[in-house]
C-alpha cells in the first residue's frame, strides 16, 4: 500500500470537513473552469470536464458555482482568467521528492508563494527535471468499499487497462495508464459501481519511507503548499506506513 495513496485519502476525508473548505471550493471550480476551456462546455464530448464537474459535486460544490464556470471556460460567460499551468519540482525534508502543480494567472506570484511555503519549512526548489524523472503519470479512480470486494472492482475494470486496485482502508484505489482513464472510469460505471474521483495524477516509482518525526515535517510542508492559493496539486514520494500514520494522527 503505497503511503502517498492512504494519506491523500485522509487528508480528502479530512478536508470536507476543514476550515479549508473554501479554498477546495476555489480550486476545484478553477478544475472546471480550464477544463471547459481547453476540450469544450460539453461533458459529454469532454471527459476531463466530466470528470471535474463529478469531483465538484461529490465535494458539495453548489452546482450554481459549476455551472458558472463552465461558462467562463467556455466563453458563455465573461469574467474567466487566463489560467496557466506551472510545474515546479523541489526536494522536501527527509530527501523527499515534490511535484508542485500550479494553476495560476500571475507566474511571478506563484512562483513567489511556493518558493516561500518550501524554505520556511525545510524544503527548496530544485532544477526542472530533477525530480519529475521519479513520478509517473497515472490514471487514479477512487472508489468508495460499501459492499464491494477487491474482485468485484478488479473484475470491472481488467479489461478497461486498470493496472492494479490498491485497498486504502475504506476506499480501492484504481491504477491505469492516464490514457486509459476514462475507459476505467466507464467500465466502472457500465458495472453500476459509483467512484468518488477520477483524475489523472502522478504516482511515485521510487518511495522514501519516513518514521513519525519525518511523515510530520513533510505533512507540514505539503499543508503549507497546498494553502497557496496557485497550488492545485501536490505529489510527494514519501512512503508512511499505518504504524507511522496512526501515530501522528
Known amino acids: 500500500m503505497s503511503g502517498h495513496s492512504k494519506w491523500a485519502t485522509t487528508k480528502h476525508k479530512k478536508a470536507v470537513i476543514d476550515a479549508k473548505r473554501g479554498k477546495m471550493f476555489a480550486k476545484l471550480i478553477k478544475n472546471v473552469e480550464v477544463a471547459a476551456r481547453t476540450g469544450g462546455g460539453d461533458p459529454a464530448g469532454?471527459?476531463?470536464?466530466?470528470?471535474?464537474?463529478?469531483?465538484?459535486?461529490?465535494?458539495?460544490?453548489?452546482?450554481?458555482?459549476?455551472?458558472?464556470?463552465?461558462?467562463?471556460?467556455?466563453?458563455?460567460?465573461?469574467g474567466g482568467a487566463d489560467w496557466q499551468t506551472i510545474m515546479y519540482e523541489g526536494y522536501g525534508p527527509n530527501g523527499v521528492a515534490l511535484l508542485i502543480e500550479c494553476l495560476t494567472d500571475n507566474r511571478n506570484r506563484a512562483a513567489g508563494e511556493v518558493r516561500t511555503a518550501l524554505t520556511r519549512n525545510g524544503g527548496n526548489l530544485a532544477d526542472a527535471g530533477s525530480v519529475s524523472y521519479l513520478f509517473n503519470r497515472k490514471g487514479v479512480v477512487i472508489v468508495g468499499k460499501g459492499e464491494l470486494?477487491?474482485?468485484?472492482?478488479l473484475l470491472a475494470v481488467l479489461d478497461a487497462g486498470a493496472e492494479e486496485v490498491n485497498d486504502l482502508g475504506?476506499?480501492?484505489?484504481?491504477?491505469?495508464?492516464?490514457?486509459?482513464?476514462?475507459?476505467?472510469?466507464?467500465a466502472l460505471q457500465d458495472a453500476g459501481i459509483d467512484y468518488e474521483s477520477a483524475e489523472a495524477s502522478f504516482l511515485a516509482s521510487v518511495n522514501v519511507p519516513l518514521e513519525a518525526d519525518g511523515a510530520r515535517k513533510?505533512?507540514?510542508?505539503?499543508?503549507?503548499?497546498?494553502?497557496?492559493?496557485?497550488?492545485?496539486?501536490?505529489?510527494?514520494?514519501?512512503d508512511v506506513s499505518d504504524e507511522v500514520l496512526a501515530a501522528i494522527d
Request: some cysteine; overall charge negative.
Open 46 to 78: 469532454n471527459p476531463t470536464l466530466y470528470d471535474a464537474i463529478q469531483k465538484a459535486k461529490k465535494n458539495s460544490v453548489p452546482n450554481d458555482n459549476i455551472d458558472r464556470a463552465v461558462k467562463r471556460g467556455s466563453g458563455q460567460e465573461g
Open 149 to 153: 470486494s477487491e474482485d468485484d472492482v
Open 170 to 186: 475504506e476506499e480501492f484505489e484504481v491504477v491505469s495508464e492516464a490514457t486509459d482513464l476514462v475507459a476505467v472510469r466507464t
Open 218 to 238: 513533510v505533512f507540514k510542508l505539503v499543508d503549507a503548499l497546498e494553502d497557496c492559493d496557485d497550488v492545485q496539486n501536490v505529489y510527494t514520494n514519501a
